[in-house]
């Protein structure tokens, strides 16, 4: 069956709500390190990492013999009624390196199962179900998740099981907080909050929930040290600050473990996902015992932490610690940064992000608009070179990219040079 009959099929029995990307739309059929190849048997280097999915990369022995062994015992899950000993083992390693004083760790299956559970222990936890989120996140598809959501594109309904407010937060390059220094950037987030808090709640709020850096919004972060000065001003409401480190996690931005690491200052709860699984379906929350443990239910998925993805999730785990790649995101991130900077190309506003996360905003020359039909172009020209990247923002206008941590400099390089290509092309497609 060729890509089109399966693109027709798709069509057909499948929501118009999930399209594949590309004009001519890619099927992946195998693996191997940051590589992956299409039915037709062409090779890309994947800069998306699946969606920071592939952490550590594709066709990883370490990974499949873990989950061949679990395979091989005859039981792929039976039930959470029983013990599973791959699950408590995970949870005790995840908890180790939290950074959550006292931590308990809650597994599913995905990252909107872990924020949707996180929203339900803070209100639960406080009594309220008035949340605080921020304009431009992304926090998955459950009805609580989207509701906590700050972008239309993805919002999908206003209908809610929460109350929600939104802070302000943004870039640097448009907005309230257009061209402000790092100080007067945090000191106008914390007159923002203090403001939401005094207009728009009733003063009992359950929790902000906030990406370090936003995934799906474009790789937008506030400056080092801002989630330190808005904790201050949650604490004195007895508010919780749970931290989707979905995209952030597991070493990904270099310089630290977890996202919320750069701003000196411990979350009440974070929320998992992606990358740990490394392709299988694993996310979860940490947090505090005392509020993990405020739930009066009984209350679990069937399939969360089953020992496939248990088995995977620890062999990722452990491979990350053991090869240190945080400091090989740290490294080959550095190179990936300094090159995309180094093509001072005209169609590029701003270069965002930390280690392996990086993006960058594509506008029309000599101005600040959005230009999505660019970002559309260099995903085409990248793909007709054999790189992968993603795509988003709140117009659709940024460039992603978070390969597999895993990345080597001469890869980072070989990219570079087809992305300098695709933004020519892109370019000459502007003038
Ligand atoms: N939180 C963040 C920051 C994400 O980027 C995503 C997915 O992109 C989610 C939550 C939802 O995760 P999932 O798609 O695994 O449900």
Redesign the pocket.
């Known amino acids: 069956m060729s890509t089109d009959e399966l693109l027709n099929r798709h069509r057909a029995v499948m929501p118009n709500w999930i399209s594949p990307l590309y004009a001519e739309p890619i099927e992946l059929v195998s693996g191997a390190g940051c590589r992956v190849t299409d039915a037709s048997g062409r090779t890309y280097l994947d800069f998306f990492g699946g ?2 999915t592939n952490m550590i990369g594709y066709d990883i022995p370490e990974i499949s013999d873990a989950v061949r062994r679990q395979i091989d015992k005859g039981i792929a899950h039976s039930s959470t009624l029983y013990l599973i000993r791959k699950q408590v083992e995970l949870a005790e390693k995840i908890a180790k390196v939290s950074g959550i004083p006292d931590a308990k760790v809650f597994l599913a299956n ?6 949707d559970t996180a929203l339900l222990l803070a209100t639960q936890y406080r009594r309220s179900n008035q949340i605080l989120a921020v304009r431009n ?5 459950s009805f609580a ?1 989207l509701a906590v959501t700050g972008q239309r594109s993805w919002s999908a309904t206003s209908l809610s099981p929460v109350n929600v407010s939104y802070l302000h937060s943004g870039d640097r390059l448009r907005g309230l907080f257009a061209g402000l220094s790092d100080a007067e950037y945090i000191a106008r987030a914390v007159t923002d909050l203090r403001e939401v808090l005094a207009t728009t709640t009733a003063g009992d709020v359950a929790c902000l929930i906030a ?1 370090p850096i ?3 919004g474009g790789f937008v972060a506030p400056p080092d040290g801002y989630f330190k000065a808005i904790k201050e001003v949650l604490d004195e409401h007895g508010i919780l600050w749970v931290s ?1 480190e ?3 996690g597991w070493g990904r931005t270099g310089e630290h473990f977890w996202g919320y690491q750069a701003h000196d200052a411990v979350p009440d709860m974070l ?1 998992f ?2 990358g740990i699984g490394n392709g299988f379906a694993l ?1 979860g929350v940490v947090a505090r015992a005392e509020i993990m443990d405020c739930l009066n239910a009984v209350s679990f998925n069937t399939f969360g932490g089953n020992p496939i993805s248990a088995s995977a999730g620890q062999a990722v785990l452990d491979y990350v610690l053991s090869h240190d790649l945080q400091s090989n995101a740290a490294r080959v991130g550095e190179v990936l940064h300094a090159g995309v900077r180094g093509l001072d190309s005209p169609i590029v506003a701003e270069v965002r992000g930390k280690g392996l996360m990086l993006a960058f905003e594509l506008v029309r020359p000599g101005t600040l608009d959005p230009a999505p039909e660019l970002a559309l172009r260099v995903l085409e020209e990248t793909k007709a070179n054999g790189l992968l990247v993603g795509k988003g923002g709140l117009y659709g206008n940024v460039i992603r990219m978070g390969p597999p941590l895993t990345l080597t400099e001469a890869e980072a390089k070989e990219g570079l040079d087809i992305l300098a290509a695709a933004l020519a092309a892109a370019h000459q497609q502007a003038v």
Request: charged share 20%; glycine share 16%.
């Open positions: 969606v920071l995905s990252g909107t199962e872990a924020n996140s992304y926090h998955g598809r998740a990406e936003q995934g799906v989707d979905v995209q952030t929320t996902a992606k996310g």
